[in-house]
């Protein structure tokens, strides 16, 4: 069974403010380093729909240690 973490997209999303990438990378090593294999770690939408997800490109980029598995969710042409 394949247990997929969602807290940087998911848990994100609903915050009022926005963390900076750093923040988002740091607290991805914290899971990773918790035993978490399996991250959802964003989501590539529109900034104005979702501003706490806006640096979608630059935290994938700053994830250099990949777990066994790590993705993102892409909204479709509407989203």
């Known amino acids: 069974m ?9 848990g994100l999303q609903v915050l009022p403010q926005v963390l900076p990438t750093e923040r988002k990378a740091a607290l991805y090593e914290a899971l990773r380093a918790a035993g978490l294999a399996a991250f959802q770690v964003t989501s590539f939408v529109s ?10 490109e630059a935290l994938w980029r700053a994830l250099a240690v990949p ?12 989203g």
């Not at 394949?2 to 998911?10: F, M």
């Open 2 to 10: 394949l247990i997929r973490d969602v807290t940087l997209r998911d």
């Open 67 to 78: 777990p066994r598995e790590r993705e993102a969710l892409a909204a479709d042409p509407k």
């Open 47 to 56: 900034p104005k729909r979702v501003p706490q997800l806006a640096d979608a």
